[in-house]
């Protein structure tokens, strides 16, 4: 079946303006995750998604940093006021339920370029 | 904080070569154990998990790990590299009893050559 996907691939903008970043889960997993991962890091956790409850925003670095999930489906990351620290590639995964043993299945991330 | 730490950035090794990346963790609880791969321009893709029982666990293309609870460990091998394994590879951890978040390392990239 179609794996985790994610859109733009790649998104250069300049710094200050606002840029959205799609997620389409696997249909039927019900926990959402995005991550970060800069030059040379490892994936840097930024917010969570389980159902309806209420998101784990605990790793957004900023409150330039947002995220929501609608209908329990897809997800939109958005990032308001860019700077050139935001250059990354954002990861999203999904997994049936945080519970448990459950694998996460990555997307192939979006790579933001902040100029 | 938790912490996971990968020694080595950069790997490079010729074919046919043991493979031995290392993989310490700072959490002293039970936790879940992972080495993700990603190969160039691809995904990142789960290559084997630990969750429970017997600490040395067998994942895909030949890869093994072994979790040693006293060392804080989860050592990745492989016995004899091909140049398809070619990657970079991240451990990662999560702590047991129904916690969600994984915790990264900063990577492994592995090169190898013909």
């Known amino acids: 079946g179609a794996g985790v996907s994610q859109s733009p691939s790649n998104k250069v903008t300049e710094k200050g303006k606002d840029v959205e970043l799609r997620c389409d889960p696997i249909s039927g997993h019900t926990a959402l995750y995005w991550y970060r991962q800069s030059l040379g890091q490892g994936l840097e956790f930024l917010i969570y998604f389980q159902g309806n409850s209420a998101p784990d925003k605990s790793g957004l670095p900023s409150d330039r940093f947002s995220a929501e999930r609608t209908g329990g489906s897809v997800s939109t990351l958005t990032i308001q006021r860019t700077q050139q620290e935001d250059s990354a590639v954002y990861l999203c995964?999904?997994?049936?339920?945080?519970?448990?043993?459950?694998?996460?299945?990555f997307g192939p991330g979006t790579r933001l370029t902040v100029t | 904080a938790q912490s996971v730490s990968q020694h080595n950035h950069h790997v490079i090794l010729s074919e046919a070569a043991s493979l031995e990346l290392g993989c310490n963790y700072s959490?002293?609880?039970?936790?879940?154990l992972f080495w993700y791969v990603q190969y160039p321009g691809q995904h990142l893709q789960l290559l084997l998990k630990y969750f429970s029982g017997d600490p040395l666990v067998k994942g895909i293309k030949g890869f093994e790990a072994e979790f040693i609870k006293s060392k804080f460990s989860f050592n990745l091998r492989k016995p004899s590299v091909q140049w398809s394994d070619t990657a970079e590879y991240f451990c990662?951890?999560?702590?047991?009893?129904?916690?969600?978040?994984?915790?990264f390392g900063k990577g492994t990239k592995l090169s190898v050559i013909p």
């Open positions: 959490y002293g609880g039970t936790v879940n």
């Open positions: 995964a999904s997994s049936f339920d945080s519970q448990g043993p459950k694998e996460q299945y």
């Open positions: 990662a951890v999560r702590r047991g009893a129904g916690s969600y978040q994984l915790t």
